[in-house]
């Protein structure tokens, strides 16, 4: 499993404590899902959230903190029809999008997190397709 985490910390709004915050991305099965902890350590206050499409904040965070990951596609000949059945079904794009998006991932242009770009290649992969998340220096795949 493939997991991207972070940590912050904020002012409770219920006491103005040390309220510590982490949210994670995680590769679970074949989707993606993620999670939101929020917990004061001086009221006990506790909030938990949870969803398949990471939330903007949290998408950004992740990005600054981990770095982007890219989609390298090993294929000098990219069978493009394949990428397109994968991309369409996977994000419900409609072609012309599609095919914008595949333009950005043959010229390697194509970004995410870790997590987002780890399924893609494995979705591309289980088609037949060759590729793999290249992730910046210093990055894992684990948190």
Do not use: F, K, Y
Not at 22 to 40: I, M, P, Y
Not at 44 to 55: E, F, H, I, K, N
């Amino acid at each position: 499993m493939n997991v991207a985490t972070i940590r912050w910390s904020a002012a409770c709004d219920a006491c103005g404590a040390t309220l510590h915050c982490s949210g994670t991305q995680a590769v679970v099965g074949d989707r993606l899902r993620w999670d939101e902890e929020h917990r004061c350590a001086g009221c006990g206050s506790t909030v938990l959230v949870c969803g398949d499409t990471l939330p903007d904040h949290l998408r950004t965070r992740m990005l600054a903190e981990h770095g982007a990951a890219r989609l390298a596609l090993s294929d000098t000949t990219v069978r493009r029809l394949p990428i397109l059945r994968v991309l369409r079904a996977d994000r419900g794009l409609t072609l012309p999008e599609a095919q914008t998006l595949l333009e950005l991932m043959v010229s390697g242009r194509h970004h995410g997190t870790g997590p987002e770009i780890d399924l893609l290649a494995r979705r591309l992969r289980a088609v037949g397709v060759a590729a793999e998340a290249v992730r910046p220096h210093g990055a894992s795949g684990g948190s």
